[in-house]
């Protein structure tokens, strides 16, 4: 009986329900949409990491584990000095150049990268000929539409695209490493260093010996600094999560509040009506949460479609961009999120409901 009176009373204004569906929606796609583009971009940032073959990185002076590289401050000859210390067998050094928003230019040695990494798997071409040819992976060549032959324009200048490749290998986008530097202004620098070793066991022995000889510089192993590409691990991102978790609560909350307190005034006649045949403040409150509890769980379930959504849009239009996974373990967490906010939303007009006098809302127009 009481849930066919739900459904009935939901029916009854198709706009309100339909509008507080799809806010309680939006609330759910917000939060799932954070948090799964924030994890899949660090992730792969990870992934790429890894795609270098090295066992430690070395950063320079001043800068921090996550921290943009915006210049390069390490000379050229510091690979060669760390070649020779104890366990390492290879070291190349890289630069890199910032972008748009989240793409950055890499200028690599391919010869010694090659050496380190196992090289590029290329779809298309090959390595740059000259130093106005680059080289692109593949996601980043479907964004932008591009070929072998084509012509892009980064850092005001004109570069050929000499290759496309698969994605994980280090960067979107690599040039050859004296091209980059030329061309900033940096003549035999470097942003970072890779190390290879020859027992990767060793890594943090290696790495607690060259801290002690090289202080200042922020060196880390490899499977350390890519555990730090996480969401959790980076302060600014995480805040930045929990802010806009708030305000999607904050969202819903309102939505939810106006839809049903719009709705207790409308059957204010309704519920003294009900009062007077008898029934209990407990059965128009839990009427009323009813119709919030299954507004909730539709909104729920659009919202984690139109998440799904959002990530199609994101790998078919922008692969090149940003990276969003399926987070399913919040799932569960951004629907308790989504169901407490509409619930809380519904406390205030359930209340005033159950406190109407049967006398004063039968005489209510």
């Keep these: 009986m009481i849930n066919k009176l739900t459904l009935a009373n939901l029916a009854h204004r198709p ?46 002076p001043g800068s921090s584990a996550l921290g943009t590289l915006s210049s390069s401050p390490m000379s050229d000859r510091l690979p060669i000095i760390l070649s020779h210390e104890p366990h390492v067998v290879m070291a190349t050094g890289t630069m890199v150049q910032p972008l748009e928003l989240f793409d950055v230019m890499t200028g690599l040695d391919f010869a010694q990268f090659a050496r380190m990494s196992g090289g590029f798997h290329f779809l298309a071409g090959g390595l740059p000929a000259q130093d106005t040819d680059l080289i692109v992976d593949a996601p980043y060549a479907r964004e932008k539409n591009l070929h072998v032959g084509s012509t892009i324009m980064l850092l005001a200048h004109s570069w050929r695209i000499s290759g496309i490749y698969e994605g994980g290998k280090l960067a979107r986008i690599a040039v050859r490493l004296n091209a980059l530097q030329n061309l900033t202004g940096n003549p035999n620098r470097l942003s970072q260093i890779y ?21 200042g510089y922020q060196i880390y192993t490899l499977e350390y600094y890519t555990s730090l590409l996480s969401v959790s691990s980076v302060g600014l991102l995480r805040n930045f999560t929990y802010v806009v978790i708030g305000i999607a609560m904050i969202v819903g909350f309102i939505v939810v509040f106006m839809a049903m307190y ?55 239009f922008v692969p090149g961009g940003l990276t969003q996974e399926t987070v399913y373990a919040w799932w569960p967490v951004t629907g308790a999120l989504a169901i407490l906010g509409a619930l809380i939303g519904a406390v205030i007009p359930g209340v005033k409901a159950v406190r109407q006098e049967a006398t004063e809302a039968l005489a209510y127009e």
């Design 262 to 316: 719009t709705a207790v005034l409308e059957r204010t006649r309704e519920i003294g009506i009900l009062k007077a045949v008898g029934g209990s403040p407990g059965l128009i409150l839990s009427m009323l949460l009813r119709e919030t509890l299954l507004l909730a769980v539709l909104g729920i379930v659009l919202g984690i479609l139109l998440t799904c959504v959002a990530q199609w849009i994101l790998q078919h």
């Design 195 to 215: 190390l290879k070793l020859d027992d990767p066991a060793q890594a943090q022995a290696v790495v607690d010996a060259l801290r002690a000889k090289y202080p």
């Design 15 to 60: 706009i309100r329900t339909l509008l507080s569906i799809v806010a309680i929606a939006v609330e759910v796609a917000m939060i799932l949409t954070l948090v799964g583009v924030s994890n899949g971009t660090l992730h792969e940032s990870a992934r790429r990491a890894r795609g270098t073959g090295a066992d430690v990185l070395v950063r320079p």
